[in-house]
């Protein structure tokens, strides 16, 4: 069986990382930047988020004078106050479990308020001349129907959804606007975006990928963002998808499954998009075709030559250049995630499971694996970030090509 995080190391899966002690006795000091053509990718940018402003004033009414014999007029209707920056809510105690009933989680997330009609009032003529989002609960209320909760974890929830003009089977995932973490900008847009919605944008974009769930659209709610994603169905997460297997995949079973991973990650560093969470977790099979979809880009940033000096992600993913310097680059960060997923879905069990671990311990594959598959393994599990392989190098492996 898997070694799995302790419940409660996997509630702060996507926490920012506790800066590591530089031992550089344990390890040689390695350069922060790699001569290898692997692009860094970029920490959970430092942004600050956009201020958000307080609710608008009614508009004054003025009385006219009465005169005799005649009724004063009725009032014009004071303008709806539409305060975005007050009316939050606590999410701090969502989990990851899986539930299966919507009605017990519900005061979470309020979802029931995406079902209901909007009751306010037309907006003024001065309200529709603001250059504010359109109201994003009463498109999103035309368009799709929510359905049962799927999943929680720690940015949100998803939920069954269906749109309304074809039928489509949806996912929806509500963030609240306090988990969406900081703004970034895309680039050759210059769109200013949150961050998981802005990665997700550039990652759908034609031509797409079929190995990364794509995003349909996305809502702006006073409180929330609602992005409506693919739905492979039927589908489950990676690791429930290789514990109906047994716990560890066959080699002819890993070779399917990490070619897709790795066409994946490779169509993100081609769009300077840079994951930074690359598990099983985070990894959709369609049981019916055994299709792979990446999913969850909440740990991610945009891609950069330089190196990072601030990590989010699963502690046991993390390379140990890491731990050792406080600071990484972006794509031999992403081979070793790799090269860490490989291990376990091969070997049933994750090589290391702690800091200690990842900086020191000689990696030992499991007996029965192929010259080939261990090479590999070790290939990207080097401790010197420059000598673990670039993504077209893993693709062109004499095991992972061979038929």
């Known amino acids: ?13 996507k926490s920012q990382v506790r800066r590591g002690p530089n031992r550089t006795d ?8 790699s001569t290898s053509p692997r692009a860094k990718p970029t920490v959970a940018p ?6 958000q402003h307080g609710p608008m004033r009614p508009e004054r009414m003025c009385r006219q004078p009465q005169t005799p014999g005649n009724m004063p007029p009725p009032p014009p209707p004071a303008a709806v106050p539409t305060d975005k920056s007050k009316r ?12 299966t009933s919507t009605s017990e989680n519900l005061g979470e997330v309020d979802p029931s308020v995406l079902k209901r009609t909007c009751a306010e009032p037309r907006a003024t003529k001065r309200l529709r001349k603001t250059n504010k989002p359109p109201n994003g609960q009463a498109s999103f209320n035309l368009k799709y129907t929510m359905g049962d909760l ?42 200013y975006l949150p961050l998981e919605v802005a990665l997700m944008t550039i990652v759908s974009r034609p031509p797409e990928c079929p190995n990364i769930l794509k995003l349909v659209e996305w809502f702006v709610l006073p409180t929330a963002f609602i992005l409506i994603l693919e739905r492979p169905m039927p589908c489950m997460d990676l ?27 490779k169509h993100c560093r081609d769009r300077s998009v840079l994951h930074r969470d690359i598990k099983q977790d985070n990894f959709l099979v369609n049981t019916d075709d055994v299709m792979v979809k990446l999913i969850d880009f909440g740990c991610g940033d945009l891609l950069k030559e330089g190196p990072y000096d601030s990590f989010a992600g699963t502690e046991e993913f993390i390379p140990p250049e890491w731990w050792l310097h406080n ?10 995630s790799l090269g860490v997923l490989l291990y376990v879905l091969l070997c049933g069990e994750l090589p290391f499971v702690d800091d200690g671990e990842i900086v020191s311990k000689r990696l030992r594959c499991r007996r029965g694996l ?16 420059s000598k673990r392989p670039v993504l077209e190098e893993i693709l062109q492996h004499k095991w992972l090509s061979a038929d």
């Open 150 to 191: 799927l999943g929680k974890g720690g940015c949100g929830c998803v939920f069954e959804g269906t749109r309304h003009s074809d039928g489509l089977q949806v996912a929806i995932k509500i963030i609240p606007k306090e988990n969406a973490g900081c703004y970034i900008t895309v680039p050759d847009t210059g769109e």
């Open 327 to 336: 600071s990484y680059q972006g794509r031999p960060a992403t081979i070793w």
């Open 46 to 51: 430092s942004t600050s988020q956009p201020t």
């Open 370 to 385: 192929s010259s080939e598959c261990r090479n590999l393994i070790h290939w990207c599990l080097r401790k010197d970030p």
């Open 1 to 13: 069986m898997p070694r799995r995080l302790p419940a409660e190391r996997k509630s702060r899966a």
């Open 239 to 265: 690791y429930n998808y290789c514990e109906t297997l047994g716990g560890q995949l066959t080699e002819s079973q890993g070779k399917h499954i990490i070619r897709q991973v790795v066409l994946a990650v």
């Open 26 to 33: 344990v390890l040689p000091s390695t350069s922060g930047s």
């Open 88 to 99: 939050k809510r606590d999410y701090s105690n969502v989990g990851t479990a899986q539930e």
